[in-house]
């Protein structure tokens, strides 16, 4: 049996927050402002995952309003996920990931990024890919006040 997830988020990005992307931290003056440590993209994964796997979302595992969760890591809730879902027997195929941030660029932690992703994943480098678009200068993507991420999970079992 194959399944597909999509996961989405979407975090305003503030001053006085780190910028973390799947598990990395880039550095840049602004960061995610999320009841969690706000990694856009972990959260993504992890909505895709659950989605795939039929066993929630993201919000019922981790309600923002239960203050436990408060600056919680987000590759800390992904790992909780995943061994829920890899106890119900399934396994990725692969995780096909999209960042839209305007600033800063992407691309030179895009290999940190994929490598923490298949760490927290217990995959390989080659199952997981994430890409980066910017805002054209449109929206609160675009003005740089907000980031964005997608994601989709093939599982199999």
């Known amino acids: 049996m ?3 997830g999509l996961g ?19 550095p840049f003056e602004k960061g995610e402002d999320g009841h969690s440590d706000g990694d856009v993209l972990l959260h993504a994964i992890t909505d895709a995952v659950l989605g795939a796997s039929g066993l929630g979302d993201i919000g019922s595992f981790f309600p923002p309003e239960d203050d436990k969760w408060k600056d919680a890591d987000s ?23 999209v960042i839209k941030l305007e600033k800063p660029k992407f691309i030179p932690f895009r290999n940190d990024v994929i490598k923490s992703i298949a760490k927290i994943c217990n995959i390989q480098d080659s199952q ?9 200068k449109l929206g609160d993507v675009g ?7 997608m994601c989709t999970c093939l599982l199999s079992k």
């Open 143 to 149: 003005r740089g006040d907000a980031i964005e991420a």
């Open 128 to 136: 997981v890919f994430v890409k980066a678009k910017t805002g054209e």
């Open 75 to 97: 590759a800390f809730l992904l790992g909780s996920v995943l061994e829920k879902v890899y106890k119900e027997g399934w396994k990725i195929e692969n995780l096909d990931c």
């Open 2 to 4: 194959i399944r597909v």
């Open 8 to 26: 989405y988020d979407l975090h305003r990005l503030v001053e006085g927050r780190k910028l973390i992307l799947g598990g990395v931290e880039i």
